[in-house]
């Protein structure tokens, strides 16, 4: 049974008091509900793709039929196929179809085809409150974070007031937090073409939820796996960013 109360830490990790938690924090967590929700909501991010419609048809080529006498390459030794008008009537490279050099493609991608994917609001409203009671239970935040103490963290007001990094960096660590930190600033590159361009990825490790968060984003910009966000801008990719590597969920 989850304990409905936390501590109320300083910002020098001393403990100050208790607080009651919400009853939403005994949400039962369902896999499959909060990663359908993260996969509706990653999906606004797509954007549309669509070819030329005259791509591939810009071209002399033209199929002049099977029967015609005049250029055909009926009893020729050669096949039947669009191909390119050139001078003296002679007979240049296939063009137009698919399987064809510099040939159109057999089914482009179009923009008006639907690429968001939907979910009811009161399904996603319900993976929210999944994933805020996830962050309250251990066995599934030890999977991929190192940490000392209970969860959730929960910090007295005057953490909002901080404006430095340095300052936000040194609570952080106070807090338990200074190994997964740790982890988070080795950046590592992924295989393949994104590898050309060396692009860092950082390791997600914590995500900061405030009233206020307009003072402490401008403090944790800086640090590598660490987001903040306000209480009204709470969502999936926010609060379970790694629901789709974890294979196995503690239930």
């Not at 029967?67 to 030794?77: A, C, D, E, F, K």
């Not at 963290?153 to 660590?173: M, R």
């Not at 590898?195 to 403090?219: G, H, N, T």
Request: aromatic share 4%; no cysteine; hydrophobic share 35%.
């Amino acid at each position: 049974m989850l304990d409905l109360e936390a501590n109320v830490y300083k910002e020098d990790g001393s403990v100050s008091g208790k607080i009651a938690l919400p009853k939403l924090f005994s949400t039962e967590f369902r896999r499959d509900i909060v990663l359908r929700a993260l996969l509706a909501e990653q999906s606004k991010g797509y954007q549309p793709q669509g070819r030329d419609p005259l791509a591939g048809l810009r071209t002399s080529a033209t199929y002049v039929g099977r029967y015609n006498t005049s250029r055909t390459q009926r009893h020729m030794g050669v096949s039947i196929r669009p191909r390119q008008k050139l001078a003296k009537g002679a007979m240049g490279e296939v063009r137009r179809i698919p399987s064809a050099r510099k040939g159109r493609r057999a089914h482009p991608s179009k923009v008006e085809k639907r690429i968001e994917e939907r979910i009811n609001k009161k399904e996603y409203d319900k993976a929210v409150a999944m994933a805020i009671a996830a962050t309250a239970r251990k066995e599934l935040v030890s999977q991929r974070h190192v940490f000392k103490g209970q969860l959730p963290i929960v910090v007295d007001a005057s953490f909002e007031n901080i404006e430095k990094t340095k300052e936000l960096y040194n609570v952080l660590q106070k807090l338990g937090l200074g190994e997964d930190l740790a982890k988070s600033h080795a950046p590592r590159l992924k295989a393949g073409k994104r590898r050309k361009v060396q692009k860092r990825y950082f390791r997600k490790s914590a995500v900061i939820i405030a009233k206020d968060a307009s003072k402490l984003e401008k403090a944790g910009r800086n640090i590598p796996g660490i987001d903040v966000l306000s209480v009204s801008r709470l969502s999936i990719e926010g609060l379970a960013p790694a629901i789709k590597s974890v294979e196995e969920v503690v239930k």
